[in-house]
């Protein structure tokens, strides 16, 4: 059964613009439509989550998702937005990559199953590289003017620009290939429709032309607004860099937390965006959280979602556990239960000192650990104060100034925390 999706992703305010009758194509039955994705890296990042929820909500409506892995165009680099070209790829390095991103694609498409409307995924790589420079000039540059590639904006804002140095060649015909790459698909793949960022539309509309020029056939371009955040900050970025979609360049911790961390404005944005709840939980989630904001429970709905899509439970569970040892109620179980990476994530930026791993051995003593080999507090006199207070933890449990650390206290056998009070925290390494 085909559902509305232009109507669907208008509610979840994912529509930027629509090629006139581009609705009325897809109510007409299964069609299919692609989006390009760049493999440079070997992982996706969050920025690339707007065009995998569009191409999963494509397939939910009905319709056949095509995910085209730009492996040709990823040699050359987008002109829109960029003010440097990219580095070339080998092939063996294109095809680790594509594999990486389609383990990704696989959380949200169904790309195994033998319903019509599986998903695919291709490489533009596989029909760009037997192509020669006069063969392409002659077949399909030859459709297309100077004039109308130079009135595209992303030509024009580089040109333009005061702090670019132009732009070369390769990149002015960025637009050529991928427009390329969509009668490819329209002729190979019954591929009618192309989608992705509004910054794409002038290189999606080269697609529709060449289709309309060389095939007398008719494409369709549909785009989503490029996603900000509400204080004005880059969205997909950490102080860290890029959020990543593998866990082993963003860890599942920091990615819950990324997303714990959105405001109340953007959380309510992102509800609609980056999760597949429907209308009804949405707004009643949205409702909920007005009435008590201070339960941030849109950002914690939205960091459960898109933690478990992109990871799975048990990476979001061990998320939370991580989460509630910093602000929330845990015991010495729930530290020793984390990972070294969690847990470095975890007490990211908490003062750290090394201790040789005989003194543990022996029993380091507390006012020690704390003061004269710690070096966390001023002096041995603080330390007793701070014990005598009975504010001094190990591994989240309150200790006398008569208590010894051993190899009992490890956690991951080189960690042991250290705490004064609920938020100063102190981690001791054995090396």
């Excluded at 409307?117 to 596989?126: G, I, M, S, T």
């Excluded at 543990?360 to 603080?382: P, R, V, Y």
């Excluded at 007793?384 to 056998?413: C, F, G, M, P, Q």
Aim: hydrophobic share 35%; aromatic share 10%; glycine share 8%.
């Amino acid at each position: 059964m085909i559902k509305n999706f232009v109507e669907e992703l208008t509610w979840r305010g994912m529509i930027h613009t629509v090629m006139p009758g581009a609705e009325d194509h897809l109510m007409e039955g299964m069609k299919s439509a692609y989006i390009g994705f760049d493999p440079t890296a070997d992982s996706l990042h969050i920025g690339n989550l707007v065009p995998i929820m569009i191409l999963a909500h494509y397939q939910r409506c009905g319709h056949k998702p095509v995910a085209l892995v730009g492996g040709a165009t990823g040699m050359i680099g987008d002109p829109s937005g960029k003010s440097n070209e990219r580095n070339l790829l080998d092939e063996k390095t294109l095809r680790h990559n594509q594999e990486a991103i389609k383990g990704q694609l696989a959380h949200f498409l169904d790309f195994e199953s033998d319903a019509p409307n599986a998903a695919e995924l291709v490489n533009n790589y596989d029909w760009m590289k037997e192509f020669s420079f006069l063969e392409f000039i002659r077949d399909v540059g030859k459709h297309i003017t100077v004039n109308y590639m130079m009135a595209k904006d992303s030509v024009k804002n580089r040109i333009s620009s005061e702090s670019s140095e132009g732009m070369s060649f390769t990149e002015f015909t960025y637009q050529l290939v991928q427009g390329y790459d969509f009668l490819h698909l329209y002729k190979n793949k019954n591929c009618t429709i192309q989608m992705g960022g509004s910054d794409q539309w002038g290189n999606i509309t080269t697609g529709t032309e060449l289709i309309r020029r060389i095939s007398g056939g008719k494409g369709y371009a549909i785009t989503c607004p490029l996603i900000t955040k509400s204080d004005g900050s880059k969205f997909g970025k950490s102080e860290g860099g890029n959020v990543w979609l593998d866990a082993k360049r963003t860890s599942p911790y920091k990615f819950y937390q990324y997303w714990l961390n959105s405001s109340d404005e953007d959380a309510e944005k992102y509800i609609k965006i980056f999760t597949f709840l429907d209308k009804e939980a949405v707004e009643a989630l949205v409702e909920e959280h007005k009435q008590a904001p201070h339960l941030r429970l849109l950002q914690k709905r939205l960091a459960e979602e898109i933690t478990t899509l992109v990871h799975s439970k048990e990476d979001l569970d061990n998320a939370i556990k991580a989460s509630n040892i910093l602000f929330g109620k845990s015991t010495s179980e729930d530290l020793k239960a984390l990972n070294e990476a969690t847990f470095l994530d975890v007490f990211d930026g908490v003062p750290l000192t090394k201790i040789a791993q005989e003194e543990i051995e022996k029993g380091l003593d507390i006012i020690a650990a704390l003061a004269e080999k710690g070096g966390f507090l001023k002096s041995n006199g603080e330390a007793r104060r701070a014990l005598k207070e009975n504010s001094i933890s190990v591994n989240k449990e309150k200790v006398k100034d008569d208590y010894k650390i051993t190899s009992a206290d490890l956690i991951n056998d080189q960690f042991v925390l250290l705490q004064r009070g609920k938020k100063n925290y102190f981690v001791l390494q054995v090396v």
